[in-house]
């Protein structure tokens, strides 16, 4: 007796203790549980369904399809959906094309190299889509080095700013990561030991990655595919700035519409934007699933093997063929391809924010800081700035809560719960981002909250929010229940168990996720445009406004300045991060 | 009498990765249908050796050769070898009969012969219609089965299996030995089994191979490698054993090994020319426990027990003794009295029972099979 008593006074635990009623532990989780699904269906109900709503009810007249019928039937307006579409069919393949054997080659490489490639690929999101637009217009503009290297070559060529070639070499670079990094990631699942089991098996090069290497990252080509063609489908900036009104496309006619208040006509617009990509990402799932579904396979008997397609079995065949040296440079060529289109831009961009003269070119004339200068003395970038900062930290925080409480629910709920909350978190990346800002524009205007601070961040949090799920339910997913069940019986209080074994594990994910909703936020450019109204100013709305007037170089100054804030932070968060196996 | 070629001869074979000598000028032969366990701690080279035998990574000196034919520079897909790894890395895309039917396909068969081999595999294993499984609805066992048909239904003269029951549990693991077994005596495939676990290695292997830093110290069977050790580690891996250094002494038609401060006579043998300082093998079970030391012809030594280990149908006592520490297991009855920690007994052995070992410095190059076809035995060592 003495001795219990001792013991269980060393080790801090009560000698007796008193039980939660399960009546309590009920209520406490329904009410946990009741909270959280209120705030998730408030926020995704407002931002998300009731836009959505809202886009399809403005479209509608009397009758009901008049404005479909009226815009399908003007040739300009059918032959832009035409022009939009097949740009980003364009962009998929040559993205598909290059970054296949860029991501193949990058799983072949040594750990160091790989880290280095995918930073290489990486490096641009350091600045923000529209500087790196703007410095592709110096690159492909009068008597930039594009044009001087098509003269080399015999090719004359004004600019390639107003041509369609323009339009897709900078959609290639600025979706080629997105594929690349999807690509890798279902490439690094495999075992290369699996081609070991195929080539024993009799399997030659060639068969062994038809039959066993290509099959398996199906999946990730399709996710690739459908990301960067929603992308490029819904993309404004760089058609807007690259292609000019001679490439004219559905988001930029969207825009025009909704700058003169023609609701119905920008609805319908983007209603029929949305069909046309639901159209053909259905045709293309429907492919990808006739080539790998399983009921067929049993159906037709065990030794049937359907994705034996004997096009592709030939192609194996001759790919055995084909030296391995030449198969290694190759894939090796496609990456570098990949990371000079994907880094060129950043290269430049110091050499235009250090030129003298008032216009943008490349080559540049002299060295001068002289719009370093400008910039600096120049308040309004500096406001613009702070208030992208702002909102970024502001949006980052909602993205991250309702990730968080989105991933919660579908980690330990149902399945009918998890299917909608997945559906919904994931629905920004699968509806182009011109239908959304449409609708949003609509829902504020009613509600009253153009150019409101939290109501943009909200909106901003949406967009990130595909991104924070992912990272947060990896997170969740990955941490072993059981370790709080340990630090339970170690005498850890509910609130010490989540303190200092659950959250320092789960840290790392919030953090990536968090880093990555301000990058969404501090990036955005179609949305804002529309919910900000007049005297709200953020960095991409002040940078778009200056390629609107001057195209002077002041915007490769601020990028320059955006790259050089960011690797400081980068190598103070490096250098303070607390050593492993130490104290924070 | 013609001779047979080995179904697997490796000769001089050296492999390197960078610095590291994975498998250092190993010399195997393996004869048709045998069953050989290849054994050895992490690290030893054992993967790589199998490697090399499928084909994977081509060796950087010396031969491989299947079936009297120099395969050294063949690729895997033409060398008709069976290969199944601890992860049994089944294509996940696939269903059980597409995997299994990979190879078939692979060589062109027709798809009803591809049919029915695939079948008649699934049936040797006994997974008769699991046909159209996923491979993620299989359980761990069923997937190395799998893994199994797979890797036999081309019908290979050579199976290499490279720890495939690692991952499995223990009754599992002993389930799927006695079926290996079977499966080898009735298919007559020669089998090339890597494994870490010595029990497994002398339980099912027709012939072991004990390797360590990339060489074979032994080669033998399962009888040899255990009552015979070649090298002190070899003695020590395969079961504990006491292993102590004494000095040769000629005696009367015999030669004495003596070690320790009372002379105690390690080993008595005839005498082969040794070297004047040895290492003598004693296996626990062959002490005995000498109460009142009255035998007669036993070598002696005064044990201090520090700890005792009750195994069931025998007892393992751990002590100090004048040669150092000392490793007894020894048959338990009910009832008998058992040496308590700290005190004092006294145990026995046979000098003429123990051992001689060479030390690990010391490895032989393993010459086996040579002008000899129809035995998988190897020599004891020649001292």
Same mark, same amino acid.
């Given at each position: 007796? +003495?001795?219990?008593?001792?013991?269980?006074?060393?080790?801090?635990?009560?000698?007796?203790?008193?039980?939660?009623?399960?009546?309590?532990?009920?209520?406490?989780?329904?009410?946990?549980?009741?909270?959280?699904?209120?705030?998730?269906?408030?926020?995704?109900?407002?931002?998300?369904?009731?836009?959505?709503?809202?886009?399809?009810?403005?479209?509608?007249?009397?009758?009901?399809?008049? #404005?479909?019928?009226?815009?399908?039937?003007?040739?300009?307006?059918?032959?832009?959906?035409?022009?939009?579409?097949?740009?980003?069919?364009?962009?998929?393949? /040559?993205?598909?094309? /290059?970054?296949?054997?860029?991501?193949?080659?990058?799983?072949?490489?040594?750990?160091?190299?790989? /880290?280095?490639?995918?930073?290489?690929?990486?490096?641009?999101?350091?600045?923000?889509?529209?500087?790196?637009?703007?410095?592709?217009?110096?690159? *492909?503009?009068?008597?930039?080095?594009?044009?001087?290297?098509?003269?080399?070559?015999?090719?004359?060529?004004?600019? *390639?700013?107003?041509?369609?070639?323009?339009?897709?070499?900078?959609?290639?670079?600025?979706? *080629?990561?997105?594929?690349?990094?999807?690509?890798?990631?279902?490439?690094?699942?495999?075992?290369?030991?699996?081609?070991?089991?195929?080539?024993? #098996?009799?399997?030659?090069?060639?068969?062994?990655?038809?039959?066993?290497?290509?099959?398996?990252?199906?999946?990730?080509?399709? +996710?690739?595919?459908?990301?960067?063609?929603?992308?490029?489908?819904?993309?404004?900036?760089?058609?807007?700035?690259?292609?000019?009104?001679?490439?004219?496309?559905?988001?930029?006619?969207?825009?025009? %519409?909704?700058?003169?208040?023609?609701?119905?006509?920008?609805?319908?617009?983007?209603?029929?934007?949305?069909?046309?990509?639901?159209?053909?990402?259905?045709?293309?799932?429907?492919?990808?699933?006739?080539?790998?579904?399983?009921?067929?396979?049993?159906?037709?008997?065990?030794?049937? %093997? #359907?994705?034996?397609?004997?096009?592709?079995?030939?192609?194996?065949?001759?790919?055995?063929?084909?030296?391995?040296?030449?198969?290694?440079?190759?894939?090796?060529?496609?990456?570098?391809?990949?990371?000079?289109?994907?880094?060129?831009?950043?290269?430049?961009?110091?050499?235009?924010?250090?030129?003298?003269?008032?216009?943008?070119?490349?080559?540049?004339?002299?060295?001068?800081?002289?719009?370093?200068?400008?910039?600096?003395?120049?308040?309004?970038?500096?406001?613009?700035?702070?208030?992208? /900062?702002?909102?970024?930290?502001?949006?980052? +925080?909602?993205?991250?809560?309702?990730?968080?409480?989105?991933?919660?629910?579908?980690?330990?709920?149902?399945?009918?719960?998890?299917?909608?909350?997945?559906?919904?978190?994931?629905?920004?990346?699968?509806?182009?981002?011109?239908?959304?800002?449409?609708?949003?524009?609509?829902?504020?205007?009613?509600?009253?909250?153009?150019? %409101?601070?939290?109501?943009?961040?909200?909106?901003?949090?949406?967009?990130?929010?595909?991104?924070?799920?992912?990272?947060?339910?990896?997170?969740?997913?990955?941490?072993?229940?059981?370790?709080?069940?340990?630090?339970?019986?170690?005498?850890?209080?509910?609130? %010490?168990?989540?303190?200092?074994?659950?959250?320092?594990?789960?840290?790392?994910?919030?953090?990536?996720?968090?880093?990555? +909703?301000?990058?969404? #936020?501090?990036?955005?450019?179609?949305?804002?445009?529309?919910?900000?109204?007049?005297?709200?100013?953020?960095?991409?709305?002040?940078?778009?406004?200056?390629?609107?007037?001057?195209?002077?170089?002041?915007?490769?100054?601020?990028?320059?300045?955006?790259?050089?804030?960011?690797?400081?932070?980068?190598?103070?968060?490096?250098?303070?991060?607390?050593?492993?196996?130490?104290?924070? | 009498?013609?001779?047979?070629?080995?179904?697997?001869?490796?000769?001089?074979?050296?492999?390197?990765?960078?610095?590291?000598?994975?498998?250092?000028?190993?010399?195997?032969?393996?004869?048709?249908?045998?069953?050989?366990?290849?054994?050895?701690?992490?690290?030893?080279?054992?993967?790589?050796?199998?490697?090399?035998?499928?084909?994977?990574?081509?060796?950087?000196?010396?031969?491989?050769?299947?079936?009297?034919?120099?395969?050294?520079?063949?690729?895997?897909?033409?060398?008709?070898?069976?290969?199944?790894?601890?992860?049994?890395?089944?294509?996940?895309?696939?269903?059980?009969?597409?995997?299994?039917?990979?190879?078939?396909?692979?060589?062109?068969?027709?798809?009803?012969?591809?049919?029915?081999?695939?079948?008649?595999?699934?049936?040797?294993?006994?997974?008769?219609?699991?046909?159209?499984?996923?491979?993620?609805?299989?359980?761990?066992?069923?997937?190395?089965?799998?893994?199994?048909?797979?890797?036999?239904?081309?019908?290979?003269?050579?199976?290499?299996?490279?720890?495939?029951?690692?991952?499995?549990?223990?009754?599992?693991?002993?389930?799927?030995?006695?079926?290996?077994?079977?499966?080898?005596?009735?298919?007559?495939?020669?089998?090339?089994?890597?494994?870490?676990?010595?029990?497994?290695?002398?339980?099912?292997?027709?012939?072991?191979?004990?390797?360590?830093?990339?060489?074979?110290?032994?080669?033998?069977?399962?009888?040899?490698?255990?009552?015979?050790?070649?090298?002190?580690?070899?003695?020590?891996?395969?079961?504990?054993?006491?292993?102590?250094?004494?000095?040769?002494?000629?005696?009367?038609?015999?030669?004495?090994?003596?070690?320790?401060?009372?002379?105690?006579?390690?080993?008595?043998?005839?005498?082969?020319?040794?070297?004047?300082?040895?290492?003598?093998?004693?296996?626990?079970?062959?002490?005995?426990?000498?109460?009142?030391?009255?035998?007669?012809?036993?070598?002696?030594?005064?044990?201090?027990?520090?700890?005792?280990?009750?195994?069931?149908?025998?007892?393992?006592?751990?002590?100090?003794?004048?040669?150092?520490?000392?490793?007894?297991?020894?048959?338990?009855?009910?009832?008998?009295?058992?040496?308590?920690?700290?005190?004092?007994?006294?145990?026995?052995?046979?000098?003429?029972?123990?051992?001689?070992?060479?030390?690990?410095?010391?490895?032989?190059?393993?010459?086996?099979?040579?002008?000899?076809?129809?035995?998988?035995?190897?020599?004891?060592?020649?001292?």
């Amino acid at each position: 007796m +003495a001795r219990t008593a001792v013991a269980s006074g060393l080790s801090g635990f009560p000698s007796t203790v008193k039980p939660l009623t399960s009546a309590h532990v009920w209520l406490l989780r329904w009410s946990v549980r009741i909270a959280g699904s209120v705030i998730l269906l408030a926020f995704f109900g407002v931002i998300l369904v009731w836009p959505m709503v809202v886009v399809l009810t403005r479209s509608l007249g009397s009758p009901v399809w008049s #404005s479909y019928a009226a815009q399908l039937a003007t040739p300009a307006t059918t032959a832009i959906l035409m022009r939009t579409l097949a740009t980003a069919v364009a962009v998929t393949a /040559i993205t598909l094309l /290059i970054g296949y054997p860029a991501a193949y080659a990058i799983t072949r490489m040594s750990r160091r190299r790989r /880290i280095t490639a995918i930073a290489l690929l990486l490096l641009p999101y350091l600045t923000s889509l529209l500087v790196r637009t703007y410095v592709w217009m110096a690159i *492909l503009g009068h008597d930039g080095p594009v044009v001087w290297l098509l003269r080399q070559m015999g090719v004359e060529r004004e600019s *390639l700013i107003g041509t369609w070639i323009g339009v897709l070499i900078v959609l290639v670079h600025v979706y *080629l990561p997105l594929m690349v990094l999807v690509l890798y990631v279902s490439m690094r699942a495999i075992d290369v030991r699996q081609m070991d089991v195929a080539a024993s #098996s009799g399997a030659s090069r060639g068969e062994a990655f038809v039959r066993v290497f290509l099959p398996q990252t199906t999946l990730g080509t399709a +996710a690739g595919c459908a990301l960067v063609f929603l992308g490029a489908a819904g993309a404004f900036v760089t058609p807007a700035l690259i292609g000019g009104p001679s490439q004219f496309t559905i988001v930029m006619l969207i825009f025009d %519409q909704l700058g003169v208040f023609e609701w119905r006509a920008a609805a319908t617009l983007a209603i029929v934007l949305f069909a046309g990509t639901a159209l053909i990402l259905a045709i293309g799932g429907w492919c990808v699933g006739f080539w790998r579904s399983p009921k067929r396979k049993s159906k037709r008997g065990p030794a049937r %093997q #359907s994705n034996s397609i004997a096009p592709i079995r030939t192609l194996g065949r001759v790919a055995s063929w084909v030296p391995r040296g030449v198969l290694f440079l190759v894939t090796r060529a496609a990456l570098a391809v990949a990371i000079a289109l994907v880094d060129v831009p950043l290269l430049l961009l110091l050499a235009v924010s250090l030129q003298p003269l008032p216009i943008l070119a490349l080559p540049t004339h002299g060295l001068s800081l002289h719009w370093y200068a400008r910039v600096i003395s120049n308040s309004e970038w500096l406001a613009a700035g702070t208030r992208s /900062i702002e909102l970024g930290f502001v949006s980052a +925080a909602i993205a991250l809560s309702i990730g968080y409480i989105a991933a919660w629910r579908a980690h330990v709920g149902g399945s009918l719960e998890r299917w909608i909350v997945t559906s919904a978190a994931f629905a920004p990346l699968a509806i182009p981002v011109i239908v959304f800002a449409t609708g949003l524009y609509a829902v504020y205007v009613s509600l009253g909250l153009i150019g %409101q601070f939290v109501a943009i961040a909200a909106a901003h949090a949406l967009l990130g929010l595909p991104f924070v799920f992912v990272y947060v339910a990896v997170g969740l997913a990955s941490y072993d229940e059981r370790l709080s069940l340990v630090a339970a019986s170690l005498g850890a209080t509910a609130f %010490q168990s989540f303190w200092r074994v659950r959250w320092p594990l789960l840290r790392p994910a919030f953090a990536i996720a968090f880093g990555v +909703a301000l990058l969404v #936020s501090f990036e955005e450019f179609v949305v804002t445009n529309f919910l900000a109204g007049t005297g709200f100013q953020t960095l991409p709305l002040r940078m778009w406004a200056g390629t609107q007037q001057d195209l002077s170089p002041e915007l490769a100054v601020v990028g320059s300045m955006i790259v050089a804030g960011l690797v400081v932070l980068s190598a103070l968060a490096a250098i303070l991060r607390p050593r492993r196996g130490q104290p924070a | 009498m013609t001779v047979a070629p080995p179904a697997v001869r490796l000769r001089a074979v050296h492999k390197r990765y960078g610095q590291v000598s994975a498998v250092r000028n190993v010399s195997l032969d393996v004869a048709k249908g045998e069953f050989l366990t290849l054994v050895g701690p992490s690290g030893a080279g054992k993967s790589t050796l199998l490697s090399l035998i499928a084909g994977f990574v081509e060796a950087d000196a010396g031969e491989v050769s299947m079936g009297g034919q120099d395969l050294s520079h063949v690729p895997p897909q033409k060398r008709n070898v069976g290969v199944v790894f601890q992860d049994h890395l089944l294509f996940p895309h696939m269903t059980v009969a597409q995997n299994v039917g990979f190879p078939l396909e692979m060589r062109r068969i027709n798809r009803k012969c591809v049919r029915t081999c695939v079948a008649d595999a699934l049936g040797m294993v006994e997974l008769g219609g699991f046909d159209a499984r996923q491979v993620t609805e299989l359980s761990g066992g069923e997937r190395q089965r799998v893994a199994l048909a797979r890797a036999l239904v081309s019908a290979p003269p050579v199976l290499l299996l490279d720890e495939p029951l690692g991952a499995l549990d223990r009754q599992l693991r002993e389930a799927m030995q006695d079926e290996l077994r079977e499966l080898h005596a009735r298919l007559g495939t020669t089998f090339i089994y890597v494994t870490h676990d010595q029990e497994e290695a002398l339980s099912l292997g027709s012939t072991v191979a004990v390797m360590r830093d990339g060489v074979l110290p032994q080669v033998g069977t399962p009888r040899e490698v255990y009552d015979t050790p070649a090298t002190a580690f070899v003695a020590q891996f395969l079961g504990a054993c006491n292993v102590w250094a004494g000095t040769t002494h000629a005696a009367s038609a015999c030669v004495q090994i003596l070690a320790g401060p009372d002379e105690t006579i390690l080993y008595r043998g005839p005498d082969t020319g040794l070297a004047p300082e040895v290492l003598v093998a004693v296996r626990p079970e062959w002490l005995r426990l000498d109460p009142d030391g009255s035998e007669w012809g036993l070598s002696r030594l005064d044990v201090c027990v520090s700890r005792t280990q009750f195994r069931g149908s025998e007892l393992l006592i751990e002590g100090a003794s004048p040669l150092g520490q000392i490793l007894v297991r020894v048959p338990r009855s009910r009832g008998a009295q058992q040496p308590a920690p700290g005190q004092l007994v006294v145990v026995g052995w046979h000098p003429e029972d123990a051992v001689l070992v060479h030390p690990d410095s010391y490895c032989p190059r393993v010459d086996r099979h040579d002008d000899r076809s129809d035995t998988t035995r190897s020599k004891a060592p020649q001292l």
